[in-house]
């Protein structure tokens, strides 16, 4: 079921050059929004919407007057995350304007929350940058392609998520050298992706929808250069090997005949005494999330062996441990991945949630974002209250390599990626009212696709505001980890 609407910003919608009023050639509206004029329909309100906020004000960027600074958000994100791991965080943002950007979705929910929203909701990703999608495995084994990160997500206005990816795609654009035109384009395209799939899912059925999904597979058709092919072929390979068995390899040894989780200072150290007995008790809790069948299947594992392990790039700071477990025996583990979970950053932007505890709002959230889920998926409070949701640590996923990616291949990949989204808010969102504010004009596409270019340029300037933070001394780097 749709969420209920957000409520309308307040702020008056931004200028930009051109107007609402473009149609296909002749003038002519596409078929099926000659009968979006009836009061109450969804279609009526998302042109009502249209009203609220004209597609064509999404365009540009100016920080508001008190925009806050970037470098104080995220010292505010880690005065409650481990001390000691805040300047691997910061390393790794500072190594270029797109990592700063995937860490900084602090920065970018407050940024979109003082613009004009369009008030209609779906589960957002909260997230939506290019490397949030990827590969990863169904129950059944099948390699599917989608959203892979949920830690953000929220019911908010669509076009956040939309402007996130968006801005993703001309940052990464901009970094690989291209121009500003090709920048332009191709996030532009990724916005014409998410319109047009919008669209098409407006037509089709529950059912339908519900069960929508990109199966990997179906990407190679798609390709038609053979190196880009290879590529793919390659990445997919490479996906279907990420499995616990093959995690066994990389992550354990063999310690006075006992398999162990090795040591490797600061991203990975065993769970001390106190840790490890918390990681038992918490165990039995997010077994109870499980639905029956799941929970059968978990207790034919064992609990084998627990570490601390350091994760992504905004997520540096936030308590994680992976457990392994064994099955028929060794050489049939199973890893797990507990991590800590927080409220989103777009929560003080936005109303509240339908869920108050952090771990099952993620939970929640990545099985309405995804055609199906990991089987492991739960949730539960661990020690001094803190929220934690389980997940399988490595499920066959796998992401692009967006650097140095060519023109080409890029538009390629945000076109994919825009689809994706399209199909994930369709889950939640009023998909027909969506589909009647964005029209079949590319009056939205090239709205964001101004609005990234600009939004860009300002992450190019915070990326530089942290690195001019370190040289000064007032937040501390480690490189290279």
Not at 81 to 91: F, S
Not at 391 to 403: E, F, N, T
Not at 426 to 443: C, E, K
Request: hydrophobic share 40%.
């Amino acid at each position: 079921m749709p969420y209920p609407a957000c409520a309308p910003s307040p702020s008056g919608p931004s200028l930009r050059r051109g107007g609402e009023g473009h149609r296909r050639p002749g003038g002519e509206r596409d078929a099926e929004t000659r009968h979006m004029n009836i009061p109450g329909t969804p279609q009526d309100r998302g042109r009502a919407a249209r009203k609220r906020v004209p597609r064509s004000a999404h365009a540009g960027w100016i920080p508001s007057a008190d925009r806050p600074d970037p470098v104080a958000v995220l010292e505010r994100q880690g005065r409650d995350r481990l001390t000691e791991l805040l300047p691997i965080r910061y390393g790794r943002m500072s190594s270029s304007p797109f990592a700063f950007l995937r860490g900084a979705a602090a920065v970018m929910a407050a940024d979109l929350a003082a613009q004009p929203h369009t008030g209609l909701t779906v589960q957002l990703c909260g997230d939506a940058h290019l490397l949030n999608f990827g590969l990863y495995a169904s129950p059944e084994r099948s390699l599917l392609f989608g959203l892979n990160d949920f830690d953000e997500t929220f019911p908010g206005p669509f076009e956040w998520d939309v402007k996130r990816l968006a801005a993703s795609v001309a940052v990464a654009a901009r970094e690989n050298g291209h121009s500003e035109d090709k920048a332009h384009r191709a996030a532009g395209e990724s916005v014409t992706a998410y319109r047009t799939a919008m669209r098409r899912l407006a037509r089709m059925g529950e059912l339908e929808v519900w069960h929508s999904g990109v199966d990997a597979d179906s990407l190679l058709p798609l390709v038609r250069s053979g190196r880009r092919r290879r590529r793919v072929e390659s990445s997919l390979t490479r996906a279907r090997r990420r499995t616990s068995l093959h995690a066994l390899g990389k992550l354990t040894e063999v310690v006075d005949g006992r398999r162990r989780i090795i040591h490797d200072p600061p991203l990975l150290e065993p769970a001390g005494g106190p840790d490890l007995a918390g990681l038992r008790k918490i165990f039995s809790d997010y077994r109870s999330t499980l639905s029956d069948e799941r929970r059968l299947l978990l207790d034919r594992y064992r609990f084998v062996d627990a570490a601390r392990k350091v994760v992504g790039v905004g997520s540096v700071g936030m308590r994680c441990f992976i457990v392994l477990l064994a099955g028929r025996d060794l050489d049939d583990p199973l890893f797990l991945q507990i991590k800590e979970a927080r409220t989103s950053v777009l929560e003080e932007h936005l109303q509240h949630g339908p869920y108050v505890h952090p771990g099952r709002r993620v939970v929640m959230g990545q099985r309405l974002l995804q055609a199906t889920s990991d089987s492991f998926l739960g949730w539960m409070s661990g020690p001094q209250g803190r929220a934690f949701y389980w997940r399988q640590l490595r499920d066959m996923k796998g992401s692009a390599d967006v650097a140095g990616m060519p023109p080409a291949d890029l538009r390629a990949y945000a076109r994919l990626c825009g689809t994706t989204l399209a199909r994930a808010h369709a889950r939640s969102g009023d998909r027909i009212a969506i589909a009647a504010y964005l029209g079949g004009s590319d009056t939205f596409d090239q709205a964001i696709a101004d609005f990234a270019l600009a939004y860009a340029a300002r992450t190019t300037s915070d990326h530089a505001a942290l690195c001019a933070a370190i040289a000064a001394g007032v937040v501390g780097a480690a490189p290279g980890e």
